[in-house]
């Protein structure tokens, strides 16, 4: 990032005519003065209740899709209607609004994407924002959660089945983190996590079926529930992983995140992941607006309907400056 977009993000410019957000701190932009630790790694420390867990969900996933045929096809649109609710939780709640405070939410707005954060079940916001946010600003190196320098597996699920390393704690301690902790929506849902996760992820998905349609709790349970959330799990997770690994980078051919439709497609507009880490303030993660956006698309409904504003954009100048300063010469415009 130059040092004019940085000022841009940091100051309250304008672009396109949507406001940025006055005094905008947020500390997501790339540090290149910080330098991993010289001499051997810290040995890795398997952290065996999360193996042992995230590998019963996934078996419990896969016993949710035999059970697929055994469903009612009003179950499958209600897997559909969870799996959409928690993704925007991440997305349009998680990832665009608290991690880069790129669009502004009204109390009602912020209240629904809690609870579908909630739904979504990966931690709560302030410790999901305060880790992506080391993400971005270290990206790569020792201190990112999931540094992809470490392979597939390591970005994709493995980071959450060892200890960080130090320098993650460390350099996420420093961060400043005051507008998510003034953020009453978010210290409540981080309050009253642990519960609010059994009644959106676990409950409300499985008793709903049964309720209303006579659904049985058993597909109830694996199908909108467990099935739903680990098919949300990997595709949150491929952005750290495939997006960080395959695609081309049209923006800055200097780090490592990639444009990825396939991922951008299953992680409803998230995979245009060099665009994002080149702009990490653009509320649409990407240069074309809606295009395999559906979070955009739904953040555009909100302001439509008066819940949200103040959609921070890069102007098309300097999208186009970039491109020509750092592009690897892949972009195409349209
Ligand atoms: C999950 C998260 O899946 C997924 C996030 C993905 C991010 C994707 C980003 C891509 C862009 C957006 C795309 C969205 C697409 C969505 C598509 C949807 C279709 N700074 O953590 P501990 C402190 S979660 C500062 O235990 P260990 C911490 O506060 C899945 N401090 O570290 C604590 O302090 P204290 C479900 C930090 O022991 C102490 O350090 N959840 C930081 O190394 C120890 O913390 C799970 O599976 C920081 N960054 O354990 C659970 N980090 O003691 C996962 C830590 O004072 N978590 N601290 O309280 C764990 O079990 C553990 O964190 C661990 C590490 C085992 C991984
Ligand atoms: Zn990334
Ligand atoms: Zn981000």
Known sequence: MTETETRIHHAGKQHNGDAMAEGSTVEDVFDDTYKEGDGPKPPRMLVWRNIILMSLLHIGALYGLILIPSASVLTLAWSAVCFLISALGVTAGAHRLWSHRSYKASFPLKVFLALANSMAFQNDIYEWARDHRVHHKYSETDADPHNAMRGFFFAHIGWLLVRKHPDVIEKGRKLELSDLKADEVVMFQRRHYKLSVVILCFLVPMLVPWYFWGESLLVGYFLPGLLRYTVVLNATWLVNSAAHM???????????????????????????????????????????????????????????????????????????????????GSHKSG
């Open 246 to 328: 395959w695609g081309n980078k049209p923006y800055d051919k200097t780090i490592n995140p990639r444009e990825n439709p396939l991922v951008a497609f299953s992680a409803v507009g998230e995979g245009f992941h060099n665009y994002h880490h080149t702009f990490p303030f653009d509320y649409a993660t990407s240069e074309f607006g809606c295009r395999l956006n559906l979070t955009t698309a739904f953040i555009d409904l909100m302001c439509f309907l008066g819940l949200a504003k103040d959609r921070k954009r890069v102007s098309k100048e300097t999208i186009l400056a970039r491109i020509q300063r750092t592009g690897d």
